[in-house]
């Protein structure tokens, strides 16, 4: 029998399943908060997969107080941390960006498709969950998900912030266009896929101690001068580059 999912919310995420699902040709209705709780009562019980796709901590008081309206519906979330009694969790490992027309163009068939998810070991397989999706699957235990996400954040949004920052920089300090940036970034992200143990380059993997304290001063009291030193800590801290950056060279504080 074909699946029919219902898919709770109304963000990013739940709109970036329902583009996927009708690029798939998939079965599904929506319901967000905003609706009445008997538009939902109907729809749940239409559906063979319920897909709760808010944000975290409202996951579970949503569960809890609608539990009544699922029966004999598999309950989906796709919170990366959280770990419940009241739904399995699958988290698409990818970074769903605003909703707007354009934005979502980019987001293809062939992205979706790509995306990974992870599931909570012990748990339904994939084909139970999301069936329907030819998606690459992978399991961790459920004690790992607070690690495994935060590990998520570290990589995508901080370097987000990293990148922020230096587009703003270049753009009102320097007076250089951030496209002058794009193939830097491109290459970057080349030299991660293709040997990641070997990306880092410039002063903190050649050990340029003199380098280093000039760019601390040159941020000054700026916040991401911390970043800065919190980096330099990182890499004295790794046993194949502690040698290039011993001693400690922290900068003026």
């Known amino acids: 029998m074909q699946p029919t999912f219902l898919l709770i919310g109304d963000g990013r995420v739940s709109t970036h ?7 798939l040709g998939l079965r599904f209705q929506s319901w967000s908060r905003k609706e009445d709780l008997s538009t939902l009562a109907k729809r749940a019980e239409a559906s063979s997969h319920i897909l709760c796709l808010i944000s975290d901590p409202a996951i579970e008081p949503f569960l809890s107080s609608n ?19 009241l739904a399995h969790g699958a988290h698409p490992l990818m970074t769903f960006v605003d909703t707007q027309p354009y934005d979502m163009e980019t987001y293809t068939l062939e992205t979706y498709t790509s995306i990974p998810f992870v599931l ?8 139970n969950l999301l069936p329907g999706l030819p998606n690459p699957h992978f399991e961790i235990d459920p004690r790992l998900k607070p ?79 911390e970043v800065y030193r919190a980096f330099v800590k990182t ?19």
């Open 67 to 85: 539990g009544l309206l699922f029966s004999n519906q598999i309950l989906v979330h796709a919170s990366g941390s959280l770990v419940t009694p």
């Open 120 to 127: 909570e070991k012990g748990g339904p397989g994939f084909e």
């Open 235 to 253: 890499v004295e801290s790794r046993p194949d580059l502690s040698e290039s950056l011993s001693p400690h060279t922290g900068g003026p504080k």
């Open 147 to 225: 690690l495994y996400h935060a590990l998520c954040v570290m990589s995508g949004n901080f370097t987000v912030l990293l990148w922020q920052k230096v587009f703003s920089e270049f753009e009102n300090t320097l007076g250089l266009p951030r496209e002058a940036l794009f193939p830097y970034l491109q290459r970057v992200t080349q030299n991660l896929r293709v040997d990641a143990e070997q990306a880092l380059t410039g002063p903190l993997a050649r050990g340029d101690h003199k380098a280093i304290a000039g760019h601390l001063r040159a941020l000054g009291a700026d916040p991401f001068a």
């Open 17 to 23: 399943f329902g583009r996927y699902f009708r690029l």
